[in-house]
């Protein structure tokens, strides 16, 4: 596969992180010779994110390898949905709806999420809140198997997500159910139970299910190598 027609990987982030979090699994990506955009998610609603990622989607000549973490497998997962260039999707502990799921539903299928209890609101204008990670709890809730200096970082430069997103119902086509699938999450993840993750890429078909033993939900960050290969791999599928 030359370069003119290597898929270009466009990585969306979710919540209580940012797109920069990308960045060894963009190196790595870039040096196959994968042109990388790692998208800014707004994290408002799943219906105005998925519709600004659509959007770069379309802006897009050849084909395009979409790769969704947390809050933004719900995104790519309306976002592809129809668009003629996107060949497949990697999930990276991500959710995967079908029409009626929101990120609370899906979360909360399986016991093992302990999210909710560190969560910390902000009181916005428009009457709605937004939601970050306590600082002081990040690093045991987000990011276990991330080193301590690192999961500080995360924490102060992580991105809040308003409340009512999390309770957004995915609606209509979802595009997991006509693209090929790919994911990967860890054993130990807070956020969303391992067994929700094992559900949904089970229900998704997944071509490739990898799960990591004691990865925790910010796996992006913690095994980057891993993540990288399986882009990869889904990017040649």
Not at 24 to 51: M, T
Not at 93 to 101: K, L, N, R, T, V
Not at 146 to 174: C, D, N, S, W, Y
Not at 214 to 223: D, E, L, Q, T, Y
């Amino acid at each position: 596969m030359s370069e003119q027609t290597k898929p270009t990987a466009v990585l969306v982030h979710g919540a209580f992180a940012e797109s920069g979090g990308w960045g060894p699994i963009a190196e790595r990506l870039r040096r196959e010779g994968h042109r990388v955009i790692a998208a800014p998610n707004p994290l408002r609603s799943v219906a105005y994110d998925a519709a600004q990622v659509r959007a770069l989607l379309d802006s897009i000549d050849g084909p395009v390898v979409l790769v969704g973490h947390s809050y933004g497998g719900m995104v790519i997962s309306k976002a592809a949905a129809g668009a003629g260039n996107v060949t497949s999707l990697v999930y990276v502990a991500g959710f995967a709806p079908e029409s009626g799921d929101s990120a609370a539903t899906l979360s909360s299928k399986y016991p093992g999420s302990t999210l909710a209890e560190t969560l910390r609101p902000v009181e916005l204008p428009d009457g709605n809140q937004d939601m970050y990670v306590a600082q002081e709890l990040y690093h045991g809730q987000f990011a276990a198997d991330v080193p301590e200096e690192a999961a500080r970082t995360m924490a102060a430069t992580q991105r809040p997500i308003a409340l009512a997103a999390l309770g957004e119902p995915a609606e209509g086509e979802q595009a997991w159910q006509t693209l090929p699938s790919f994911f990967l999450f860890g054993e130990a993840d807070k956020n969303i139970p391992p067994a929700s993750q094992h559900f949904m890429a089970e229900r998704a078909r997944a071509k490739e299910i990898v799960a990591i033993d004691g990865g925790s939900h910010a796996v992006f960050a913690s095994r980057p190598a891993e993540v990288a290969e399986l882009v990869l791999r889904a990017a040649g599928a």
